[in-house]
């Protein structure tokens, strides 16, 4: 199965526009020409965009500049996706464990600790890899890595949320 980058990325920003608007964050996102296919699920590649994306809102919420920036690049064998926010950022004691099951820095009643761990999941079982770096008080870059693929890239066919 193969993903669209372009289409999927395209599509979890129309679902987390509202949470972007509601924060008052700007994107910075060139939809790659030509397409770049990556071999993974669409779907489960939005579902992870789609939690990337809205961590990143939620890390900005209170910052004075909120920028979303999202890159897309492929050396013909991988492909990486980059999600990068001018937010709180990570502490460094906290990355150790940011990908494990409930673990969350969100104040009670505002996560449950599952989005991140899930997403990882989702990127492992695709043959790929989620990496995140961070400075706190400037930001944090979360950046997927998958198998490249050109043939056969689909679009996402459902609507999923986080």
Do not use: W
């Amino acid at each position: 199965m193969a993903a669209d980058t372009g289409a999927t990325i395209a599509n979890a920003l129309d679902l987390t526009d509202h949470r972007l608007r509601q924060v008052g964050v700007d994107i910075e996102y060139r939809r790659p020409h030509p397409p770049i296919g990556v071999a993974a699920n669409p779907v489960h590649l939005e579902q992870v965009l789609i939690n990337l994306i809205a961590n990143a809102a939620d890390a900005m919420e209170d910052a004075p500049l909120r920028v979303l920036s999202i890159g897309v690049s492929s050396d013909g064998s991988t492909a990486c996706i980059s999600i990068s926010d001018t937010g709180t950022g990570i502490a460094e004691a906290d990355r150790a464990t940011l990908f494990d099951p409930f673990f969350t820095t969100k104040p009670a009643g505002k996560g449950l600790g599952l989005g991140l761990a899930i997403s990882y999941g989702l990127v492992r079982d695709s043959g790929g890899a989620l990496t995140v770096r961070s400075s706190p008080g400037k930001g944090s870059t979360f950046t997927i890595t998958l198998p490249a693929r050109t043939a056969g890239v689909a679009k996402p066919s459902a609507r999923v949320s986080a």
